[in-house]
């Protein structure tokens, strides 16, 4: 093949063979040397791409997309934000990514290098785990990436763009917490009373910890978006329940929850009626990072910050504010 210009399609098709070198990296819980990428070479002749991919077809490089992967979830979640990662797996993978940052192979040692500058700003999951595995390494050790590691803690979180996602509540007169709605346009007239709240945030600033049936929620090593106290005076959290074909909603859990234990009324096809029906899990709202790195990040606009009921800077609004807009 002709050795053509390095041009912008070849980029695009790079971007597509990086969410394929991610599926294909997480087949292996442990065994990442039978992964083969002769076909690619084969269709990718070009010089400089063929460069690229020496770097990108490394093994700290499949590690690092086998956590991207993790982070993406099944096609089937309906998710718009990414996962957080099993913990058990994480460290596995962080271990075997922190092993190369001592190779005595330039190409390894520098390529599990730079992974472990993205992975401390993914999330503070990924920081924590890779934290913990480069203890034990001498490139752990050293002022190079002592320096790192406090000046890498929170990516741009602000983008233009991005997702922003919008939760309600309606409390009772004391205010507890009596449920968590989907807003419409219904709203701008019967919702702004006494008793209603909006969150606004931006998706960069979240992921969502999946729970599955037969596993139950536990706040423990999460910083989860609170949702308010229930009328038992419980606090509950702000989360998302799957149906499968019936599609989501959202909801509130609290501690120790079970999707078994959720009955919630979800519309049938026509979108007429709605039976109570029990979820096949639900995804609890996360922050991505510390509440304090988002104090830190001078780009965030923090909505709400003066509201009640907060996660860090996050805080609900009384709905009633539209009236005064």
């Known amino acids: 093949m002709e050795d053509r ?16 070198f991610a599926r294909q990296g997480s087949t292996a819980d442990d065994d990442l040397s039978y992964i083969k990428w002769d076909h690619v070479w084969d269709s990718y ?24 992967h ?20 994480l460290r596995r993978l962080s271990q075997k990514l922190a092993f190369f940052t001592d190779s005595e192979d330039q190409l390894l040692s520098s390529r599990a290098r730079n992974c472990v500058t993205s992975l401390l700003v993914i999330d503070f999951y990924c920081r924590a785990a890779i934290l913990r595995a480069l203890s034990t390494t001498r ?7 002592a320096q790192l590691a406090e000046s890498q803690q929170v990516r741009n979180i602000r983008r233009i763009g991005t997702l922003v996602l919008m939760f ?53 090593g999460h910083y989860p978006i609170v949702a308010g106290r229930t009328v038992n005076g419980e606090l509950a959290y702000v989360a998302e329940a799957f149906f499968g074909l ?10 120790g ?18 039976r109570m029906r029990v979820p096949k899990s639900f995804s609890v709202y996360v922050l991505r990072y510390e509440p304090s790195a988002y104090a830190r990040n001078g780009d965030l ?20 504010w539209r009236q005064k807009a």
Request: glycine fraction near 6%.
């Open 168 to 220: 309600y509540r309606h409390c009772d007169a004391n205010g507890k917490l009596i449920h968590i709605y989907n807003y419409d346009f219904s709203c701008d007239r019967d919702c702004t009373g006494k008793g209603n709240y909006d969150l606004k945030l931006d998706a960069d600033v979240l992921l969502q910890l999946r729970v599955q049936r037969g596993e139950a929620f536990s706040s423990v």
């Open 301 to 320: 606009d923090v909505y709400g910050s003066e509201g009640l009921d907060s996660t860090g800077p996050f805080a609900w609004r009384p709905l009633a």
């Open 70 to 89: 993790e982070q993406m979830g099944d096609k089937d979640s309906l998710s718009v934000l990414p996962w957080v990662v099993q913990s058990e797996k």
């Open 139 to 145: 490139y752990g050790r050293t002022p190079e990436f």
């Open 246 to 255: 019936y599609g989501k909603r959202f909801c509130a859990v609290t501690e």
């Open 5 to 20: 210009p390095f041009e912008e399609d070849h980029a695009i098709w790079t971007v597509a063979l990086l969410r394929s």
């Open 45 to 68: 002749p070009h010089s400089v791409l063929r460069t690229l991919f020496a770097r990108l077809f490394s093994t700290p490089n499949v590690i690092f997309y086998r956590i991207l």
């Open 257 to 274: 929850m079970k999707p078994e234990n959720l009955r919630l009324a979800v519309s049938d096809s026509d979108s007429k009626t709605h």
